[in-house]
């Protein structure tokens, strides 16, 4: 079965950070592009940032450039993102997400996501 | 950055009924980059459709995308209850992805 289990989520002061990461399996990680999505409680979704397969190119969202770092680790099968200098509005549930293999560019594989909670 | 807007905010049918969802650019989408989720209360999204009109996998062909330049619209022909969720558009550009900000679909 494939599977993408997001974990480091918790509270954290505004200021702090924290790191999460995406274990996978079931698939052969490397071949994959991946990506981070959040949601606000009540809200949509927003994506966060990507990373190619090679862990080169990642992207961000221009909410968290300057403050989170995507990574990947190819032969751990996993996923991270470190995330420093955390606001009110960081608070989300935050999903780790496959790409298709096919550059469509969807999203075919998610976690059950990890919750964020940003508060004094 | 593209903006797409999602229309219908809540759309509340019977089962049975066919559902249309809306979704427009704030300018072109390439078709190929085009995807819809669907969302249940608590759980995580599902790819629905990419390419603007291929299912994914064990999607049922109730499911059904189409559309292209600024606007693209996802139909749910003969809904059931189990249809109820919130749906999402998105598209991907320049390395950037962007999500609509959703339409509640509520079976009555």
């Known amino acids: 079965d494939v599977q993408l289990v997001e974990s480091g989520g918790g509270l954290v002061k505004p200021g702090g950070s924290l790191r999460l990461s995406c274990a996978t399996s079931?698939?052969?990680?490397?071949?994959?592009?991946m990506n981070w999505v959040r949601q606000a409680p009540g809200k949509g979704l927003e994506w966060v940032s990507s990373?190619?397969?090679?862990?080169?190119?990642?992207s961000y969202s221009d909410s968290v450039k300057g403050r989170f770092t995507i990574s990947r680790d190819n032969a751990k099968n996993s996923l991270y993102l470190e995330m420093s200098s955390l606001r009110d509005e960081d608070t989300a549930v935050y999903y780790c997400?496959?790409?298709?293999?096919?550059?469509?560019?969807?999203?075919?594989?998610w976690g059950q996501g990890t919750t964020v909670t940003v508060s004094s | 950055e593209i903006v797409l807007t999602q229309s219908p905010g809540t759309l509340s049918l019977s089962p049975g009924e066919r559902a249309t969802l809306s979704c427009t650019a704030s300018q072109t989408v390439s078709s190929t980059y085009f995807a819809w989720y669907q969302q249940k209360s608590g759980q995580a999204p599902r790819l629905l459709i990419y390419g603007a009109s291929s299912r994914a996998t064990d999607i049922p062909d109730r499911f059904s995308g189409s559309g292209s330049g600024t606007d693209c619209t996802l139909t749910i022909s003969r809904l059931e209850p189990e249809d109820s969720a919130v749906y999402y558009c998105?598209?991907?550009?320049?390395?950037?992805?962007?999500f609509g900000q959703g339409t509640k679909l509520e079976i009555k």
């Open positions: 079931g698939f052969t990680f490397s071949h994959y592009n």
């Open positions: 997400a496959r790409d298709s293999l096919d550059q469509y560019y969807a999203m075919d594989v």
């Open positions: 998105q598209q991907y550009a320049t390395s950037q992805y962007t």
């Open positions: 990373i190619l397969r090679s862990g080169n190119f990642p």
